[in-house]
């Protein structure tokens, strides 16, 4: 008796063991943690952070906040996910397709872009302990690359006025595209000849990186060169360069998120109409989170030889937009840069993101007067290289090649796109949506005569497409002259429903009536 007792008592112990390792991934690392593994996580942490803070900045700029929220947004990311995370190279942050998410919901507001990022992580949490991180596979490939394009692009061109230096330019894309190119004339020289240098620095030191350095910094090289021919030129009262300006400084206060919001006039906006005012947004944004980091976790994943699991991942970033909002964040997700040099540094666990954290942090406790002097140009030379790569235009090719229906969502999502980003990923997916119920309700159905018809269904039957299968059994066989009979192959049928049912069970009513079979072959059990 007192031996089955402890085998009981055991294998609770082994199965709560086993669930704490699930929900808290680092006590399966931190037992084996090393001196070397140690000396990895801080060199790539330290060059993940160089690279962080000149993009949280520059992202922010998409978002349409002041550049601190970039950095606000960049530290809770790496102290959560190495609790929480199962992937070694992810890290969370803002990013660019984020950034311009919240903007189309927002427009830019700093108290509403923060209680978005609540309640984004709430809904993530929620999605992972539901265990729904599989809605994730209703989301074609086209949609992804169709939407991922058209964000490029909208980013890319959103940043072009400040490479010319031009102010008060709409954010609607058309119109941006519109007033760029109209006032165009009103350009400030120094601003486009430091935007253009800057550019050509970056894609020069991304061609020439394999040759100096196996990591990423180009991005604080060129944009601390900026900020220093920006403060030489100011120091002599030469005003040629638009700067970022007066940032507030220091760590932002740990608070609740706000529930409420305040127009310019004064008007208290309650929390109800808020949330009203964020519309589809709060569908969208939480799940294109979810669906960029995943992405990034499995890719990387695959190429360094290991798993991960989406819901826990799914939790992590929930997690961190929650904890987040506390200390004024906007949404954040994975990132695909930051992601790809923190795994080319030789990262070894997700301890690398707290090192990176530690740097954004030292950085807005002290470096923030350093900032007034970066250009806006150069951080829009940031933005703008890395968002180019993800305009993949090949993939067109390769999908008119394997697939050509498949060019119909990626066009719907990225045309759409440019009117609002949200409605491009609603419109691809539910043209998606269209395509694989039309293949439902239209199997592959092949009629061969060898003396009696026989009909092979290649993609299985159910309710949708037993229509289209019962009028081609009219057409071929009950009312063919005289009425033949026919053999209906069920190998590849292996789930069925009542709707199917009652119409099989018509067809041999109606194929007795006319003094013919109808006979099912291969039937599973």
């Known amino acids: ?111 509403r872009a923060v209680l978005l990022s609540l309640l984004c992580g709430l809904i993530q949490a929620g999605m992972a302990l539901l265990r729904l991180g599989f809605l994730v596979d209703f989301i074609s490939f086209p949609v992804i690359k169709g939407f991922t394009c058209a964000a490029a692009i909208t980013i890319g061109f959103g940043q072009v006025k400040n490479i010319l230096g031009l102010q008060g330019i709409p954010q609607q894309f058309f119109l941006e595209v519109y007033y760029t190119f109209y006032r165009i004339s009103e350009a400030r020289i120094g601003d486009v000849v430091l935007g253009l240098l800057c550019l050509s620095l970056l894609v020069m030191l991304m061609l020439m990186k394999k040759k100096l350095v196996s990591y990423d910094v180009r991005n604080a090289l060129v944009v601390v060169a900026a900020s220093c021919i920006a403060f030489s030129w100011d120091a002599y009262g030469h005003n040629v360069f638009t700067i970022t300006g007066e940032i507030s400084q220091g760590l932002p206060p740990f608070r609740p998120p706000p529930t409420s919001d305040i127009t310019a006039n004064g008007t208290i906006v309650p929390f109800w109409e808020v949330v009203e005012g964020f519309g589809g947004g709060l569908a969208v944004i939480p799940f294109m989170g979810l669906l960029e980091s995943i992405a990034i976790a499995k890719a990387f994943a695959s190429q360094n030889d290991y798993r991960i699991d989406a819901n826990q991942e799914l939790l992590a970033i929930g997690v961190t937009n929650i904890m987040g909002s506390f200390v004024s964040a906007y949404p954040v997700t994975g990132s695909f840069g930051r992601t790809a040099v923190n795994s080319q540094t030789g990262v070894c666990t997700p301890a690398g993101g707290i090192i990176t954290s530690m740097i954004v942090l030292l950085s807005l406790a002290f470096l923030m007067p350093a900032f007034y002097y970066i250009p806006k140009a150069s951080l829009a030379a940031v933005v703008i290289c890395a968002v180019a790569p993800m305009v993949d235009y ?81 057409t071929q066989a009950l009312q063919a002259n005289p009425p033949r009979s026919m053999v209906l192959d069920c190998h590849h049928i292996s789930i069925i429903d009542y709707t199917v049912i009652s119409e099989l069970r018509d067809l041999l009513r109606q194929f007795e009536l006319r003094g013919v079979r109808l006979v099912f072959c291969s039937l599973q059990v």
């Open 394 to 474: 090949p993939i067109v090719a390769k999908m008119w090649r394997i697939r050509k229906l498949d060019l119909l969502p990626f066009v719907v999502t990225f045309l759409m796109s440019f009117w609002k980003v949200q409605y491009g990923i609603l419109g691809g997916v539910a043209v998606s949506a269209v395509l694989l119920l039309y293949n439902m309700a239209r199997p592959q159905i092949k009629v061969t005569d060898h003396g009696a018809l026989v009909m092979d269904l290649n993609s299985g039957l159910s309710f949708p497409a037993m229509e289209y299968a019962s009028h081609i059994i009219h």
């Open 1 to 111: 008796m007192w031996l089955l007792c402890s085998e009981s008592w055991l294998a609770q112990k082994c199965c709560s063991l086993s669930a704490l390792r699930a929900w808290l991934p680092f006590l399966s690392w931190l037992p084996s943690y090393n001196l070397r593994w140690l000396q990895m996580d801080l060199l790539a942490g330290l060059t993940v952070g160089l690279t962080t803070v000149p993009q949280a900045l520059a992202y922010a700029e998409v978002a349409g906040l002041p550049v601190q929220y970039g950095l606000y947004s960049a530290f809770m990311g790496g102290f959560f996910y190495t609790l929480l995370g199962t992937s070694k190279d992810v890290t969370l942050g803002p990013t660019a397709i984020m950034s311009l998410l919240c903007f189309s919901v927002v427009g830019g507001q700093p108290h």
